[in-house]
């Protein structure tokens, strides 16, 4: 009797144990997220810097052109 309860409770064990192992072996999606927010906002620093560093270059090349548009309205 007491070999059947031992038996019982090893089966039991077993079957909890595998069921972690399929945990933790299942694909995890929740990292992914965190490295497509990672990739994010890197971008977005990226691009803050880019327009920052540009601007004001950006900014003199649209004054160039639109005192040349001008020019051609009175000239």
Do not use: K
Request: aromatic share 6%; hydrophobic share 55%; proline share 1%.
């Amino acid at each position: 009797m007491w070999l059947r309860v031992l038996s019982d409770h090893v089966t039991s064990a077993w079957i909890r144990f595998d069921a972690l192992g399929d945990r933790l072996r299942a694909p995890q999606r929740g990292q992914s997220m965190v490295e497509y927010a990672i990739v994010a906002a890197l971008i977005a620093v990226v691009a803050m810097a880019a327009v920052q560093s540009l601007g004001g270059g950006i900014a003199q090349v649209f004054q160039n052109i639109l005192t040349r548009i001008q020019s051609i309205g009175t000239g």
